[in-house]
């Protein structure tokens, strides 16, 4: 890593994601002049007592590893095939959202006013969580603002009614997406092995109305297949849980699962969807930045989440 920061110049003194102007959730606009996009760290939401807070360091472990790249913001991001984020349109980092260990309501809560003074202010969130029940305070502060796409990559469907008793944890964030009036249409791409879906999940699912994309569906076909699905300019919301990656890209998960997504095929896909629909919305979760010795994951992370906020920014 030395050598590359020294090619781009080095990378000391980087704070905010790839070196962008800090955003305020208090100034209308976010920052002077606006911004078309917006970064927002969300350390946890609802996590498992058995899991614990085991997310709560990805917004800033995404952070590191984009913080080399920071020097190269005007290069060529062959990902996009357009200048490296920010672009022209402005994308500004917003920072980390407090968190409460106990208080579970008090980080919906803050994420949904979060998530919505960003909306409010005409920008797109990308939001750096946090584990797979952050998606569902975020996707409540888009209430009145649909119709609605849900685009989720994961290798589980997340389908369970509850855990235990509880309702808004990490298994449960489709099943809740799919209780919203304003999500009209889901699509689930990278299911693959044993989760905690039980068949009656995956037919209430189906039932609803999900089209679902295995990774053998993808691996079987092109990326296309997904953005096919995705109606024409709708308004995309994009759930994206680190382990729709394959354990080789992203060994840095709770749930890792052979045979997942490469980084090509989510490129991809976020390429595709945005050349025919309109990101509205990204969520990256799921990562566990102490499973992740050598930074392959944070790396994965940091290149889908600069390439999403890529295109919200320039569509």
């Not at 781009?8 to 800090?22: D, Q, R």
Request: proline content about 8%; overall charge negative; hydrophobic content about 45%.
């Amino acid at each position: 890593m030395g050598d590359i920061a020294g090619v781009f110049g080095g990378a000391s003194g980087v704070e905010t994601f790839l070196g962008l102007p800090k955003g305020d959730l208090k100034t209308p606009g976010l920052a002077e002049g606006g911004a078309k996009a917006a970064i927002l760290g969300v350390p946890c939401a609802t996590p498992y007592g058995a899991t614990g807070l085991y997310a709560a360091g990805a917004p800033n472990a995404i952070r590191a590893a984009a913080s080399i790249y920071a020097p190269a913001q005007g290069h060529m991001d062959f990902d996009r095939m357009a200048p490296a984020v920010p672009t022209a349109g402005g994308i500004v980092d917003c920072g980390n959202l407090p968190y409460d260990a106990e208080d579970h309501l008090a980080n919906r809560v803050a994420i949904k006013n979060a998530v919505g003074a960003i909306l409010d202010a005409g920008a797109v969130p990308i939001v750096l969580g946090g584990d797979d029940s952050t998606p569902i305070p975020v996707l409540g502060a888009y209430e009145g603002r649909g119709p609605l796409t849900v685009l989720q990559i994961d290798a589980h469907i997340d389908w369970r009614d509850d855990v235990g008793g509880e309702k808004l944890g990490l298994s449960s964030p489709m099943r809740r997406a799919s209780e919203m009036p304003w999500v009209e249409t889901m699509v689930q791409v990278g299911a693959r092995a044993v989760g905690s879906a039980r068949p009656s999940d995956y037919r209430d699912a189906v039932d609803w109305g999900v089209q679902f994309v295995t990774a053998a569906d993808l691996h079987a076909s092109s990326p296309q297949t997904v953005a096919d699905k995705i109606p024409a300019r709708a308004e995309v919301f994009i759930d994206f849980d680190l382990d729709g990656l394959d354990p080789s890209v992203a060994p840095g998960v709770i749930g890792p699962a052979p045979g997942g997504l490469f980084m090509h095929q989510a490129l991809a896909i976020l390429n595709a969807v945005a050349d025919k629909a309109r990101i509205a919305g990204f969520c990256l979760v799921e990562f566990a930045p102490e499973r992740d010795p050598h930074g392959l994951s944070a790396l994965a992370a940091y290149r889908l989440a600069a390439t999403a906020a890529g295109l919200a920014a320039s569509g």
